[in-house]
């Protein structure tokens, strides 16, 4: 073995050059990539510098035999590209070479695991399936059992049926090779010779995995497993084999709640060579992970691919290729003068980890008005409060909204508002009984945040009510609690605790839902017939929701910082009826979005509070000014 790692890790090899050059052009900005795919060709340089020190070395036979696999066996299928040799694109060539071409001290492949991130239309489910043919007929393994997998049977077919295309399209290997099902419905591919398969396998079709010895695992679509089971039942098959590969290729998601973002992740730091990278996750270059490639498109901190075309082949680096900008173009647009596509297209597209499928409100925007202040400066200020109560699971949460001045904004017609800005923060209690049990189901670290004093716990399995009232209490005693606003939901009983600790301030029904309008009290009724105005309309959700956004869209609102508040705001997503009334709703069953909901009801009742200015007029649109005196 060390004779053959002295002749096959020479750097003039042919496959080498093509990954080499690859790297090259990727770090001298010849070639535009993201900060992750950056780091994996900074990586790829120092393991040919150091990383024979750990027994790696690079076998450029086994890199060159299977580019000529796919360049002139496999034939791409559909389309303008119908019937044409699959040559690789030079960051197919690198992601390929890496995984067959390094080698580790026993002289197996390197490289149990790949996750690869990309935008969509990049030919990841091609790549995946030339991946699989290779595994199943050149790898020299016996028996070799290939798997294309996903969360659901029709997803692992994708996958699994554009490696069928692609054997259909090839002379050679249809000679080779033997289909079981009637055209467009196959669901194996069996290669006699060596006693080996492809065939596709989901969590429902899979069960308990018994007897799989998977040579190669082919996972797509992993930001729609909804677990890590289907990934960990083909691991655990590995044991049978000397070489396996698990190969992951996926989009972004929006849940970082998911094994995709625990992948994710694990990739991104293995790819910068540190377990804290900053912000601009700098290449730091220590060994995490050798058994795990990564390449991880995504754009860098401050692109924003809806203004500058520039930064789009970040996240899909086969533009030019397979993507035309024209297409991507169009896709902006859509995501400009569509609110409700814009995270699907971030997300898509650009790589961008989304916090719901649905947009509400981008992070950035959220992080522009959110600061560590403290509260205390506004004590005898008045005061508005949004409860949200909660049972066994969720939070109770009181949003507190004190309002600290005025400023003028220009509105898109021209004019001018003459608006009020406030300062918001939120106190969160759950029930301490079942913290560690509902941090662990809701991949949420609730004992940090209980420990770093952004969320507070009562004894017992259901939050204690008396307890939030002493504290509601104490608010009223330190400020001037000018109203609370409260959903009916447990409220009666809350009530009877306010009523103990002597809590007086007016106390305004708000439903959460987006049906029903709240009845104003009848001490607004009553002044609105004594002035001969309009009887005021009451709270309600959908004006609450439009009012906060509006408040943080136009730096009107300051946040105390608190992860309890930005995880709400970021897992909320919103309902809406025929005339586009907007409500909150969770985007998942585990998001806590309580906090979220409380606030808007207390930016609900500050607007209800507050007097209406009218927009600032020129005194030239006033027929009767005149400059004379």
């Not at 791409?76 to 580790?104: C, I, V």
């Not at 103990?500 to 607004?524: D, M, T, Y």
Request: glycine share 8%; charged share 25%; aromatic share 10%.
């Amino acid at each position: 073995m060390t004779a053959k790692r002295k002749t096959t890790s020479s750097t003039s090899g042919t496959a080498l050059d093509r990954v080499n050059a690859y790297a090259r052009a990727v770090l001298s900005g010849e070639e535009i990539a993201g900060p992750h795919v950056r780091n994996a060709c900074r990586r790829h340089f120092d393991d040919l510098d150091r990383g024979a020190a750990r027994g790696l070395w690079w076998d450029d036979a086994a890199a060159v035999r299977v580019f000529r696999f796919f360049e002139e066996r496999l034939k791409l299928s559909e389309g303008q590209f119908e019937g044409t040799p699959f040559r690789l694109h030079p960051s197919q060539a690198f992601k390929l070479g890496s995984l067959f071409g390094w080698k580790n001290a026993s002289g197996n492949r390197r490289f149990r695991r790949a996750y690869i991130e990309e935008g969509k239309g990049n030919g990841k489910s091609p790549f995946a399936g030339g991946v699989g043919l290779y595994g199943m007929m050149a790898d020299s393994e016996p028996g070799a059992q290939i798997y294309a997998a996903a969360a659901t049977k029709d997803q692992a077919n994708i996958l699994f049926r554009d490696a069928v295309k692609m054997r259909n399209q090839s002379p050679a290997l249809r000679d080779r090779t033997k289909p079981s099902g009637g055209p467009g419905k196959e669901y194996n591919l069996a290669y006699h010779a060596k006693n080996s398969f492809f065939r596709p396998l989901s969590k429902e079709a899979g069960k308990t995995g018994s007897g799989l010895r998977p040579h190669f695992a082919l996972c797509d679509e992993v930001h729609e497993h909804p677990d890590r089971s289907v990934m960990e039942m083909l691991e655990r098959g590995f044991k049978f084999r000397r070489q396996p590969l698990l190969l992951m290729i996926t989009n972004s998601g929006s849940d970082r709640n998911s094994v995709c973002w625990e992948e994710h992740e694990h990739a991104v730091r293995v790819a910068a060579g540190t377990r804290e990278p900053d912000d601009d996750f700098a290449y730091v270059g220590e060994v995490i992970d050798d058994s795990t490639f990564a390449y991880v498109c995504s754009l860098d901190k401050d692109d924003d691919p809806l203004e500058d075309s520039s930064c789009w082949k970040k996240a899909n680096p086969l533009l030019g290729t397979i993507l035309t900008e024209e297409y991507l173009a169009g896709v902006v647009h859509q995501a400009k003068v569509i609110p409700g596509k814009l995270n699907g297209i971030l997300r898509l597209h650009f790589c961008v980890w989304t916090d719901a499928d649905k947009a509400w409100m981008p992070r950035a925007t959220v992080e522009k008005v959110m600061e560590d202040f403290d509260p205390s400066i506004h004590y005898g200020a008045p005061l508005y409060m949004g409860i949200d109560l909660s049972g066994t699971k969720d939070m109770t949460v009181a949003a507190c909204v004190v309002p600290t001045g005025n400023v003028d904004v220009k509105r898109d017609d021209g004019s001018v508002a003459h608006l009020p800005t406030y300062d918001a923060w939120v106190e969160a209690w759950t029930p301490g009984q079942t913290l560690m049990a509902r941090a662990q189901a809701d991949k949420q670290p609730y004992d940090l945040w209980v420990r770093d004093g952004y969320l507070n716990t009562t004894d017992g399995p259901r939050v204690r009510f008396d307890v939030v009232a002493a504290r509601v209490a104490e608010i009223d005693s330190l400020y001037d609690v000018a109203s609370i606003a409260y959903d009916n939901y447990a409220y009666a009983r809350f009530s009877e605790e306010l009523d103990i600790f002597g809590v007086n301030a007016e106390q305004l029904p708000h439903p959460q839902g987006g049906k029903v309008r709240a009845r104003p009290s009848e001490e607004k009724i009553a002044a609105a017939k004594a002035a001969g105005e309009k009887v005021p309309l009451g709270l309600w959700m959908p004006g609450s929701v439009t009012e906060l956004e509006n408040l943080i869209v136009d730096g009107r609102i300051r946040l105390r910082a608190s992860p309890v508040l930005m995880s709400a705001l970021m897992g909320a997503t919103f309902d809406r009826d025929a005339h586009d009334n907007r409500w909150f709703v969770k985007s998942k069953a585990s998001v806590r979005i309580d906090a979220a909901v409380a606030l808007a009801m207390a930016c609900g009742a500050a607007s209800d509070g507050a007097t209406v200015v009218q927009p600032v007029m020129s005194p030239w649109d006033d027929p009767d000014f005149k400059l004379v005196a």
